[in-house]
């Protein structure tokens, strides 16, 4: 089942902060979330498992709320660089079910 | 550097004519995936190989087939392109299968069908 973004898209001026989230309806086991900036490939921020492991990028932050199955990322102090759609996966077992992208969320970052 | 590569980058096909798009990797991943992405869409799985396990997900139309005849190679063949198959592909890989693995994408086939 395909996990829920939001919002659809934001607009930030260089400086500001912006969250976005992805929840599912169902129980999940891990979320990751990739950014795709216009005509690339998506590129890997981070994966936040259940039980608090997470493993990722540096300078992005993120949260997994097990309980209601939705996660949260964080991106602070936005740069230019930042622009680009932001896509969580989910997955919902421990084994081997592929991930299930949302929709993703357009975030554009002006000057 | 280590890199997921797919050629051609831009491909253009005509109605109902085979084609085929490859995808290579030097990171030497057990798993590759094709994903399907239209505009403005999230990327859709088409397939997934774990080594030689072939994994087919269930919407995915029998129009499509993949090959994977070694670790570093997979292709994905549309047997009769529609215009609905129009899209960018993308291929990734990844170092194992299970929700710890990240993803690593390649810059994707784009492809158009007249």
């Known amino acids: 089942q395909q996990p829920v973004q939001s919002p659809q898209a934001v607009i930030l001026r260089e400086g500001e902060d912006a969250v976005i989230n992805c929840s599912s309806s169902k129980a999940l086991y891990s979320v990751h979330w990739y950014r795709q900036k216009h005509g690339e490939a998506p590129v890997f921020l981070m994966i936040?498992?259940?039980?608090?492991e997470q493993k990722g990028h540096e300078k992005i932050s993120a949260s997994f709320n097990e309980k209601k199955q939705q996660s949260s990322l964080y991106l602070t102090a936005s740069q230019l660089s930042y622009s680009g759609t932001y896509f969580c996966?989910?997955?919902?077992?421990?084994?081997?079910?592929?991930?299930?992208f949302g929709k993703g969320t357009r975030l554009s970052v002006i000057a | 550097d280590a890199m997921v590569i797919q050629n051609p980058r831009y491909q253009v096909t005509q109605f109902g004519k085979p084609v085929t798009l490859s995808c290579s990797q030097t990171?030497?991943?057990?798993?590759m995936y094709w994903y399907q992405q239209k505009s403005s869409q999230a990327p859709k799985l088409l397939f997934h190989?774990?080594?030689?396990?072939?994994?087919n997900e269930a919407d995915t139309p029998d129009n499509f087939q993949s090959r994977r005849p070694n670790t570093s190679f997979c292709f994905l063949d549309i047997r009769s392109p529609g215009l609905g198959d129009a899209a960018m592909y993308l291929c990734?890989?990844?170092?194992?299968?299970?929700?710890?693995?990240?993803?690593?994408f390649g810059p994707g086939t784009r492809l158009t069908v007249t």
């Open positions: 990171l030497n991943h057990n798993v």
């Open positions: 190989y774990y080594d030689k396990d072939f994994n």
């Open positions: 936040l498992l259940k039980g608090g």
């Open positions: 996966g989910t997955n919902r077992g421990s084994g081997n079910t592929p991930l299930v």
């Open positions: 990734a890989t990844s170092p194992g299968r299970g929700p710890a693995y990240e993803q690593y």
